[in-house]
């Protein structure tokens, strides 16, 4: 994960941005919730998607 290490490597600059950091703590959260997604949240959610067609 380059993203992250760059972000690591220069979190000392962030510091001073904390709305940056909130961003970065979200866009770390959506992405862990997607990778860790129940089997049961997929069977919903592309049956919900066969719906809409």
């Known amino acids: 994960m380059p993203c992250l290490n760059y972000i690591a490597a220069h979190c000392e600059h962030l510091v001073d941005h904390p ?10 959260c959506y ?18 998607l066969e719906n809409l067609t």
């Not at 709305?19 to 770390?28: I, Y």
Request: net charge negative; proline share 0%.
């Open 19 to 28: 709305a940056t950091l909130d961003l970065l703590n979200d866009t770390l």
């Open 31 to 48: 992405v862990d919730d997607a990778l860790h997604q129940e089997e049961q949240n997929c069977s919903r959610i592309a049956q919900a």
